[in-house]
């Protein structure tokens, strides 16, 4: 079995590894490719996967290149993990939004359409890379906006799953508060990439008992601590929202936090400079604890636990992924792009129902799936007024004078990455 990591030399690529050396028996690969522009830090990131391999004692070859056609070429599997435009552009989408009163963020708001506005031509041009040399191969994304982006690769007739982390984390998080093993919890996990939420938690599968009313009684002080939302409103909610909601449910607040203290994007260039030097010592031969606070909890074992699905039908009978709505909400499009539980095998990924989603929450998937598709829209053909409708239709921007002084900023600061300017 052949994969391909597109974005092989980030910093988050030993994370993926490790999984890969662990899970041996779930995805037994063979060959895995690292494909990366970054040839330095693809040598880093290579040397030390290669030694997380042979100190686990996995067999499979590791290969690194820049050539992405050589890359992906005979790969069952294609990863996606990109960031075009790399650490600087991330740090000005957290930035120039803050100008103009809104959230500065990389996949939400008006950061988040500026990274989708970069990303989806270039995502594109890869998947038609490996569909010529590979039609049959998986796409698994884990670009982010990873809606939008997963969207656009489904929508040109791409094999298509969209990947994120946060729904096996709060699984992980859950099962530990109850004293069970992540196997035994099924969330009923609804909503957009980055915008979800838990609306029960099930002990044994789809059909098991929801203990979330449980865990919001004894553990509800140390769920809100980690959401970062007061316990008063997550116990009225009812449900656990992803932290991400955090940007709409207090936006205000979290504006005047970014104003006042250095930016994440500045938090992680630090930490990927520590962790590629760490990544160059030739006595380093496992993933560093430093590499935890970076993100991407339990990347690689939703990666694995997809890949193996897709591959061989061997992977969990139901996990989190991005795909097609169809019919699962029905307040949406069916070529909505929605993440959901669903069952995942060789034929792709098949949403299991939803049970009715409240108001409260129908209204705001509702009117970030009007900015998707708006988003998509000037992704894929460009022009300064299909940002700005974009940005207007955003809960996290919505006024005409916003969002005229962020196309404007956002134009200015991603002028290289954007052919139409």
Known sequence: MKLAVVGGGSTYTPELIDGF????DTLPITELVLVDPAADRLELVGGLARRIFAKQGHDGRIVTTSDVDAGVEGADAVLLQLRVGGQAARLQDETWPLECGCVGQ????????????????VVLDIAE????????????????????????????????????????????????LLGVSPAEIHLDHVGLNHLTWETAVRLGGPEGENVLPRLLAEHG?????????????VDRLGVVPSYYLRYFYAHDEVVRELGTKPSRAAEVAAMEKELLAMYGDPALDEKPALLARRGGAFYSEAAVDLAASLLGGTGSPYQVVNTYNNGTLPFLADDAV???????????????PVAEVDP?????????????DLALE?????????????????????????????TDRLIAHNREHLAWA
Request: with cysteine; charged share 20%.
């Open 360 to 372: 409260l929450y129908a209204g705001l998937i509702a009117n970030v799936t009007a900015y998707e």
């Open 106 to 121: 990389e996949t939400t708001g008006a950061g988040g359409l500026a990274k989708a506005l970069r990303t989806v031509p």
């Open 221 to 233: 002080d140390a769920i809100a601590d980690d959401l970062r939302m007061p316990r008063p409103i």
């Open 21 to 24: 050396a662990r899970l041996r």
């Open 129 to 176: 890379r490996v569909r010529r040399t590979n039609p049959d191969a998986w796409i698994i994304d884990f670009t982010n906006p990873v809606g939008i982006v997963t969207r656009a690769l489904l929508q040109a007739g791409h094999k298509a799953v969209g990947l994120c982390n946060v729904a096996i984390g709060f699984q992980r998080k859950f099962a530990k």
């Open 378 to 406: 000037a992704a894929l053909r460009g022009g300064r007024d299909r940002v700005f409708k974009a940005l207007l239709a955003h809960p996290l921007v919505g006024q005409f004078a916003y969002a005229e002084g962020l």
């Open 338 to 352: 929605i993440e959901v539980q669903a069952t995942v095998g060789p034929q792709g990924a098949s949403p299991l």
